[in-house]
């Protein structure tokens, strides 16, 4: 069974803050062999909030959310992770909808937007997310824009 955790960023301590950077890192810098600034001055600032999923003390799914001080700017879902451990259950649905939640619950008249992995656009897809950008590189990985209202 999941524990799911919704916190915002004042709320991190750090063996916290070092789980969800370590799982980032695992998964999005030596996993995809992706070089690139993960720690980007986004974490702990404004009224970003942090979703986390763990099971038995592991931290096993993980999403970033972000909130722009301009009003009328989509709420951006990010670093969209499921651990290697846990893949192949399905975690990254409950991930989204609880990420979903999360955003309905504090920003209930935003749109929101993640920049996703091009082949997982149908996975996003799923949750009511369109297509709003062509396809882009991001760090080498081609990325897509998708937004849902």
């Not at 993960?38 to 970033?64: F, K, P, S, T």
């Not at 451990?85 to 979903?100: H, P, S």
């Amino acid at each position: 069974m999941i524990h799911w955790q919704d916190l915002h960023h004042s709320e991190l301590d750090v063996p916290t803050l070092y789980a969800l950077l370590k799982l980032r890192c695992d998964v999005f810098v030596v996993e995809q062999n992706c070089v690139y600034a993960d720690i980007d001055g986004d974490d702990l600032v404004g009224e970003n909030r942090h979703l986390l999923g763990w099971r038995d003390g592991e931290l096993v799914a993980y999403a970033r959310i972000l909130k722009s001080e301009v009003e009328w700017e989509p709420v951006a879902i990010g670093r969209v992770i499921v651990s290697p451990a846990a893949r192949g259950e399905k975690l990254g649905y409950q991930l989204m909808e609880q990420a979903l939640a999360v955003c309905r619950k504090y920003w209930p008249q935003q749109a929101i937007y993640l920049g996703a992995q091009a082949h997982l656009q149908s996975f996003y897809g799923s949750f009511g997310f369109k297509p709003v950008t062509d396809v882009y590189d991001e760090d080498g990985i081609p990325h897509i824009g998708m937004a849902k209202e």
